[in-house]
């Protein structure tokens, strides 16, 4: 029995990841006509389609998903094994890298990342850009090099991940609104007028399900799709705000923030990238400054 051919599992890799033989093509400077005599051979060698038309593209068999993690791993085995032994000189390198995160993430936590940055990698720039949604698609093509923020169902299985800290929801108002004064118990929070946070609109949350059983609903006032526009408005209004204390502390500076009075379950804030940059040397080193950063800020 002759031995497969394991060019095959570059090519499986990168149909994988980009679900598209055009995509995966360009990927692996292939033409699209080569990729899909590679994608033929792939069939014949697994005995499984893999990727099946489905309207205008392509989706993976229960097979391919199967396989997607595995293969994956395997070619950023093989690559490290064949990546000549490299020593990361700081003060030269030059490098610029996207980081996605959600508001608070750079108020709180940039300054001092950035200083750290600086101090040992001058030529390295951060770019940071606004987590408008979930998916995993940003860290497949290379746009985005690291992503934080809560990990979703929609994130792609052979993303990594490390965690960064915990969170919780508090509830925050104007310095002088009524909740700023005595007790605030579940009535008193439930009583008053909210403003909601979700990027797709929706009415309710975790907070919302926290009430349920004491037989309270929230007055929701309004929808917004920011936690910096949630406490824009309760800044200058009598409304609610209900949002992560670790990500918007210099946000709710000057205003009055308090423990919710039910058990709004906590969040883990991690950092995620894609398998392609995990010996990437220069991301490693910004991985653990980012580690670093959140820890230290407590």
């Not at 679900?19 to 292939?30: E, H, I, K, Q, Y």
């Not at 860290?139 to 990594?160: K, M, N, Q």
């Not at 004064?181 to 929706?202: D, E, L, M, N, P």
Request: contains cysteine; charged residues 25%.
């Amino acid at each position: 029995m002759s031995s497969p051919d394991l060019n095959l599992l570059f090519t499986l890799d990168a149909l994988l990841a980009e679900g598209s033989v055009a995509r995966a093509a360009r990927r692996l400077g292939l033409s699209p006509s080569a990729m899909s005599r590679s994608l033929a051979r792939l069939r014949e060698t697994t005995g499984d389609p893999l990727l099946v038309r489905a309207g205008r593209g392509l989706v993976p068999t229960p097979r391919a998903v199967a396989l997607r993690e595995r293969v994956s791993e395997l070619v950023q085995d093989a690559e490290a094994v064949l990546r000549p032994t490299e020593k990361l000189n700081l003060e030269q390198l030059v490098r610029t890298f996207t980081v996605r995160a959600r508001e608070g993430f750079v108020e709180n936590f940039g300054a001092g990342l950035i200083a750290r940055i600086s101090a040992e990698a001058p030529g390295v720039r951060l770019r940071f850009v606004s987590k408008d949604d979930k998916e995993s698609t940003s860290l497949r093509d290379g746009s985005i090099h690291l992503d934080i923020g809560v990990v979703g169902a929609t994130a792609s299985p052979e993303v990594r991940t490390r965690a960064l800290f915990k969170d919780r929801f508090v509830g925050v108002v104007r310095a002088d609104h009524a909740l700023s004064r005595g007790k605030v118990t579940a009535t008193r929070y439930a009583a008053g007028r909210h403003i909601s946070v979700s990027r797709r609109g929706h009415e309710k949350g975790p907070v919302d399900k926290a009430l349920e059983p004491l037989g309270l609903t929230r007055n929701i006032a309004t929808i917004v799709g920011s936690f910096a526009s949630a406490l824009a408005l309760a800044g200058d209004s009598d409304l609610i705000a209900s949002v992560p204390e670790r990500q918007t502390g210099r946000l709710r500076a000057g205003m009055h923030s308090f423990a919710l009075p039910v058990p709004a379950p906590a969040i883990t804030i991690a950092m995620l990238w894609h398998p392609r940059l995990e010996a990437d040397l220069a991301h490693r080193w910004l991985r653990a400054l980012v580690v670093d950063t959140c820890q230290a800020a407590g």
